[in-house]
């Protein structure tokens, strides 16, 4: 089984559904993409270099075995839910303490 393509799928997901349950509508903004596409250029640069030494392996009977240069396609999935969520969740905190002073 490939678990941890399962588990950036759905940690992936579940960041969609977090944003539209709560209505930050995160994923609707082009800063959003433009920050993400920033991160994941900064994620190239260190986890390359993670995965190139090899400083950090990856079992290959855990994910798909696609990688872009050195790094599992599900870092890059799991990346976007860790940027979106921490994004989401601070958005929605702050215009919510903005409502309630």
Known sequence: MKEYTLL???AAAVAVLVDRLLGTRILARKTF???LAAM???KLLANGYLTW???VI????FFLGIRLFTIP???????????????IFWEYFKSRAARNP
């Open 40 to 42: 994941f250029g900064f």
């Open 8 to 10: 950036a799928l759905v």
């Open 53 to 55: 030494r090899p400083i």
């Open 33 to 35: 993409w433009m920050f």
């Open 73 to 87: 396609v599900e870092d890059f999935v799991y990346g976007f839910s860790l940027i979106a969520l921490s994004v």
């Open 58 to 61: 990856y079992a290959d009977e």
